[in-house]
């Protein structure tokens, strides 16, 4: 996923808090709260570990990206966008931290 797909995803999810309630599962999802969005990160987070323990590639990646989506339907409803993430990301690791990082890793 890049920081492209990253805004996409957060637009799509920005023009979903003024849709009609069952007009989509987004809309849904805002509407019935921050309790309801708050447990399906619980529980996808949950599916994760469940498809790692299994050790099946395909399905991690698979809850991996349900996780994530319900995370950024989070922060959406919570007005934060995936940028201020990623720049959280960026300030604790920068470019050549990662480098340094991996090569410390493979000493
Ligand atoms: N990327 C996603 C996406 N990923 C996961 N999900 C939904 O997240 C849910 C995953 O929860 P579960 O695995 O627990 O499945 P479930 O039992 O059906 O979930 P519940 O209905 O019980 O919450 C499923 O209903 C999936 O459809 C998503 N729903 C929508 N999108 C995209 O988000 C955008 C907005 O979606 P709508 O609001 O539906 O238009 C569109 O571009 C969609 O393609």
Do not use: C
């Not at 007005?79 to 990082?101: C, I, M, W, Y």
Request: no cysteine; proline share 3%.
């Amino acid at each position: 996923m890049t920081q492209n797909t990253l805004s996409e995803v957060a637009a799509v999810l920005e023009a979903r808090k003024s849709a009609a309630p069952d007009s989509s599962y987004v809309a849904k999802l805002y509407h019935k709260g921050t309790d309801a969005i708050l447990k399906k990160v619980g529980e996808e987070a949950t599916e994760v570990v469940m498809a790692a323990k299994d050790g099946e590639p395909d399905k991690i990646v698979y809850e991996v990206a349900d996780l994530w989506f319900h995370t950024m339907v989070l922060l959406a409803e919570q007005n934060l966008h995936p940028d201020a993430v990623l720049e959280e990301l960026q300030r604790r690791f920068g470019t050549s931290g990662l480098v340094e990082k991996a090569s410390r890793k493979n000493d």
